[in-house]
Each structure stands twice: as C-alpha cells, then as structure tokens.
C-alpha cells in the first residue's frame, strides 16, 4: 500500500486484521485478559511473542500507524529526516502549523503577523512536506490535536506526535502519545519507537456530570490523588457506566485535559484512551471520512482493578 498522508481505510483494515491473534498471543503470555491499552500496544509490537511484557519496567519496540508534527518542532524533526535519503515517510505524517501564531489582537491580525513573521518557516515546511508526501496544514488551519481527531484518527490505532497535547486522539479510542522529534524520524524512517511498556491506570466513572461541572472537574480530581508525578510512565483508561452517558466532546476533552490537566497541575501521564462506542463513532461521522465496514459496536468488556496497576473510581451527580 503507498504512504500517504491520510488514514485510508485499508491502513485501518490492516490493523484490525492483525488485533485477534495478536491479543490472543499476549493474552496466553500473560495468563489473563488484557485491558483496551494493552490490546492496542500488544498489536503494535514489533515482536508479539518476544518481547517482555512487565509494566512499568521492560522495553519495548512498537510500530505506530502515523506521525503528526507542529510547526515548531517540525522543523529540526524534517531536516534531520531529509538527511535518511529517503523519498517518503515510513508512515504517514503531517505537519501543522498553529503554534507559530501567537494570540495578542484577533484572529486576522494575529494570522497575519504570523505569516509574515515566519514565512520562511512556512515555506520550509511546505516544500518539504510537497516533496515528501507528507500532510500539510497551513496557518490558519486548525490546532493540530484537532485536525488529527477529526481526520486522522481511528479506533484502535497507535500515533505519536510532537505536541503535548497528541493524547487528545485518546478521545477516539486510540493510544496517542506525545514525543520529540527525533522519536518522530525514527517512526517516519521506518524504524520502530521504543519506549518504556507503560503502567495502566483504572479510573472507573458512575453518575452524571452536572450542569455545572465540566470533563476538567473530573481530571482535576484524577490530577489530584495521583499527584503531579503519580502518572507517570502510565496510560489512564476510562471505564464504568459514567463513560457511556458522556458526549464525543467531552470524552475528547477528557483525554486532552487527563495529559494536561491544566499548567499546574499536570498529571503526567503517557496518554488516556477511552473505549469506543456507538455514541461516539456517531459522533466523529463525516462524510469526508472513510469507515471500515466493521461490526465494532458489540458491547465489550472495561478494564477490571484486578487487570490495572492502579483504580480510581470517581462519581458525578447533581
């Protein structure tokens, strides 16, 4: 299949294709079930049979399905990539540019500075992602976390991105997970990300949320008893009766505001993923997206204190 900077559906295909055996693989080592994270990262392994599986202490090498990059960043991230000699991107890749832009009068006006100011950024940015087949958002586009959830993103798959806030595309069911650069090139030059097999953390959500109470209260909350650290080297999974009465935005607020709950407090985790729903696919429905025809709206079973490293459990009400 060739690398473009979309999400085609046979990408997607692919992925599910591989998941049942590949869980059943890890689900045999392990010698119980495996949560909604640990599925998703067992089917990204670069050895699902070798590779040790100890939260919190082994290593591991994963293949992520894309790579998104924001215009601050991708700038060292793309010439560095230039020097592999090679004609495209491993993966498909994007770039974006938001953070350039600084907020001071208006919208018009700041674009403009903004263009102006950095032009040769912006043209930097451009040619090479034209030349490379990489994805290319302008300024004025949109937020990066933003344009990747709404055309990138799937159920299921695994990202990484050069932006604190990539782990919004938890929202959608995915494991997605901000990086440096040069974690990027290795992803977009073929090569596989290896990072630290990460910690899961249950937070199990019962009640409503109030008329005055937002998906920030809830994390504040999660931000608290774990303590700025306490989430480190761990992915959050949202699960409990609470998370099917939550709307698609929300749950997108909940997985941006669970990496970075707010400057302070920050509760450091890898990323959060919230299972996937009917409410929420119907939600993220565009007619500019293309969608598998999967029969994925069976109800599943959530993650267990018994299959985590840590439960919280957390009510909402009137």
Known sequence: MAVSSSTPVELVERVYASLPERVAIASRRLGRPLTLAEKILVNHLANPEGQELERGASYADFHPDRVAMQDATAQMALLQFMTAGLPEAAVPSTVHCDHLIQAKVGASIDLGVAVDT?????????????????????????????VVLENYAFPGGMMIGTDSHTPNAGGLGMVAIGVGGADAVDVMTGFPWNVRWPKVIGVRLTGTLSGWSSPKDVILEVARRLTVEGGTGAIVEYHGPGRTRSQPPARRRFATWARRSAPPPRSSVTTPTWPLTCALLAGVASPTRQTPSLNICAPTRAPTTTRSSRSISIHSGH
């Open 118 to 146: 950095n032009r040769e950024v912006y043209d930097f940015l451009r040619s090479v992602s034209a030349k490379y087949g990489l994805g290319f958002w302008g300024p004025g586009s949109g937020i990066i976390h933003q």
